[in-house]
């Protein structure tokens, strides 16, 4: 099995190039407006459509789980190298487990992280609000996971 993501982007050239980089892969099919990733790990097969991006709220973010602290880190080295603006979260508390992270955005702004869970169940000192979800990468003035 493996999971079928299709991404809709106003900005196809941007993303294409935004996501070559983060897969550090080609594509391996590109049609006009057009382009799918198939990979092995993580399990994925991520389609680029070219057309009118969705407003934001349908999609809270993206993630690919990763077997340790050090990949997180290695991620986080390799995505600043190639430009891209990271933010490193270790140890936080977010969807009621203990982990690293590295957020990233692609040209849309879907955010996506490179996480480890290091404790699967824990309890959050502050529970969920609308305000300051959980397993969400924080904005100008809100926070990101739980504290």
Known sequence: MKLHVALTTGRFDDALAFYTAFFGVEPVKRKPGYAKFDLDEPAVNFTLNAGEAQPA???????????????????????????????????????????????????????????????????PALAPTATAPCCTPATAGQPGCCP
């Open 57 to 123: 709220g349908r999609l809270n973010h993206l993630g690919i789980q990763v077997g340790d602290a050090e990949a997180v880190r290695a991620a986080a080295s390799r995505l600043a190298a190639l430009g891209f603006a990271t933010r490193l979260e270790e140890g936080v508390d977010c969807c009621y487990a203990l982990q690293d992270k590295v957020w990233v955005q692609d040209p849309d702004g879907n955010p996506w992280e490179v996480f480890v869970v290091h404790v699967a169940d824990t309890a």
